[in-house]
């Protein structure tokens, strides 16, 4: 069977990372009403799964099981599922004040939170090519906002991802400088020293000939709609100079910042069309 690596987003509740995309048995009302708004209630690895891909998902560094536990007044070891709302919501704060201290210190150490993150990313192939139910040659992966940023990074230097929907991540930096909403591009996406000469769609433009869907919603508040279809027409083009043009989708519905049960049906769609 073919294998997707499927992020989770970065937004919503930091206490819970793959928890967000897969059923564990256990819930929490944080879970539920973020599924609701972002996944239409669905959890959206399971949709895939439902769909036969053999889905792999882990939590991105300083989510769910990676917090930095024991630092900042965030209790070295706690069940977030035995939480209330308001317990929740407080450690949650904590938890999110570390967030920009802890990527200063990757860079500190000579590292970036693009690199680490496509570090863990890369070993989740690794991880699908070794199961024997995996079919080698159809591998893929997807995810919304911070997920479509870490599969736009995967799809880019991965040789090994043959396809790609990336959600609600994409826009062009100049656009975005001017624009931004809350930070929704930080220095935390970004390459210290080539972004100059590299923007967020020739990410994509480098993953060709991957199949790669493009999914940027017209009514999604943190990305411009002009930096959306500037990025878009840069993709066309860059895929049409590769020699695959029929090898990118642009879908652009009047939706907001999600990946919504309609946009899960259109991935599955491009996923079956090309692994």
Known sequence: ???????????GPMLFGKERIVNSGRDHPMLVEHRRIYHSGNYLAEEFARAGY????????????RIPFGVNGIPVNFDAFDLTV???ERLDALVKEQLY?????????????????????SRCVDYLLSRPEVDNERIGCTGLSGGGWRTNFLAALDPRIKAAASVCWMTTGDYQQIYNVGGAIGTFCLLPGVWNRLDIPDLTIMSAPCASMVISTS???????????EAARQITAGYKWAGCPDNVCHNNPFKGHCYDADLQRDAID???QHL
């Open 219 to 229: 009514n999604d508040e943190l990305f411009p709609p002009e930096g959306q279809q």
């Open 54 to 65: 053999a889905v792999i998902v882990m939590d991105a560094h300083h989510f769910g099981e």
């Open 101 to 121: 201290l802890s990527l200063r210190q990757l860079n500190w150490a000579g590292t970036t939170w693009a690199g680490v993150n496509f570090w863990d990313d």
């Open 1 to 11: 069977m073919p294998g997707l690596v499927v992020f989770h987003e970065w937004g």
């Open 86 to 88: 308001e317990e929740f």
């Open 270 to 272: 491009w996923f079956n």
